[in-house]
């Protein structure tokens, strides 16, 4: 079974840069999209980037200008860059994969942002 590992969080202060990391475990095929997504104490899960097998990406208004996501598919690896990090950013951050018959969930990674 296909495992996401996400890795690259912590504790920064605001303005800071996090490079958040999200390795499967195997080759997935028939991707249709690779997505970040997190949640904030008390709040719903939230879509905050994605990226489909064509390379298209999207991005939540929130985070804009801020993150990019980007992937190497030779390490099967999916990237959430995050610069100048506001306190409101403060989740727990997860990896997802999904395509044709599946919709992998990684364990998630904290990020915390505050001064």
């Known amino acids: 079974q296909v495992q996401l590992v996400e890795s690259g969080g912590g504790s920064v202060q605001p303005g800071g840069s996090l490079r958040l990391s999200c390795a499967a475990s195997t080759t997935i095929f028939s991707i249709s999209s690779q997505n970040w997504y997190r949640q904030a104490p008390g709040k719903q899960r939230e879509l905050v980037a994605s990226?489909?097998?064509?390379?298209?990406?999207n991005y939540a208004d929130s985070v804009k200008g801020r993150f990019t996501i980007s992937r190497d598919k030779a390490k099967n690896t999916v990237y959430l860059q995050q610069n100048n990090l506001k306190p409101e950013d403060t989740a727990v951050y997860y990896c997802?994969?999904?395509?044709?018959?599946?919709?992998?969930w990684g364990q998630g990674t904290q990020v915390t942002v505050s001064s």
């Open positions: 990226i489909t097998s064509g390379g298209n990406t």
């Open positions: 997802n994969v999904w395509g044709s018959g599946f919709n992998i």
